[in-house]
């Protein structure tokens, strides 16, 4: 999770029993954009944001072929808290980390 995820989707994904790395406990809050999506693919690790600057990121990667572990998007106006909870729950239980392998996803899904 980088910094902008509130800490309320934390708190709840942790108490349903979800892996959750966040931008503050691995030391990374305040890198840029680049090294922190890079910091999540070598951790193998999806990287939930609600910075649009990011898309920008994962979709040049897309663009030039380059490998990344991932994003999932929820913007900060238009997706509630319950949503982003309920999505990031179905997405842990449903789905496994290579599947979200160089794919931007938003949502609520």
């Not at 809050?29 to 944001?49: C, E, I």
């Not at 030039?64 to 842990?92: C, K, M, N, W």
């Amino acid at each position: 999770m980088d910094v902008h995820v509130p800490r309320a989707v934390v708190v709840a994904l942790r108490l349903r029993d979800i892996d959750i790395l966040t931008a503050q406990q691995d030391g990374t809050a305040t890198w840029d954009d680049a090294q922190l999506l890079n910091r999540a693919s070598a951790l193998n690790r999806v990287l939930v944001t609600q910075d649009s600057d990011l898309l920008r990121e994962g979709a040049q990667l897309q663009m030039e072929g380059q490998p990344f572990a991932g994003i999932i998007y929820a913007h900060q106006r238009l997706v509630s808290i319950g949503q982003f909870i309920d999505s990031l729950t179905l997405i842990a239980y449903a789905t496994s980390t290579q599947e979200w392998a160089n794919r931007i996803a938003y949502l609520p899904l």
